[in-house]
């Protein structure tokens, strides 16, 4: 059996109609709610996804004021938590754990 030599996985599906959502109905609740169902439009949210950008708390009552939103598609990469600790640890091994023990200790102890 010969396979082909490209094989296209398409990543977006063909456009549908843009799905717009009126904030001006929507309660706190409704928001909250809206996180859990529909992230990506939830976070499509200018004064939401702004907050979120800038690791601050969302006010629903700011991030409500645009009338209407248009849903948006993102890519997102994310590592392995595993490959995170190995960039971590690189070395660790060289290192005398005394050291390390000594290190967090006035670190987490350190007196002024």
Known sequence: MRLPATIL????????DEEELNLQSLTEE???????????????IPGVNKAALSLKKVDHSKASQSTK?????????ECHPSL???ELLVGLE?????????????LLYKTQ
């Open 30 to 44: 409704d928001l909250k709610l809206l996180k859990k169902t529909d992230p990506f439009l939830y976070y499509s």
């Open 69 to 77: 939103v248009t849903r948006k598609a993102r890519l997102s990469f």
């Open 94 to 106: 060289e290192v005398d754990l005394g050291e390390i023990d000594g290190f967090l200790t006035k």
């Open 9 to 16: 996985v398409p990543t977006f599906p063909d456009k549908k």
């Open 84 to 86: 995170a600790m190995d």
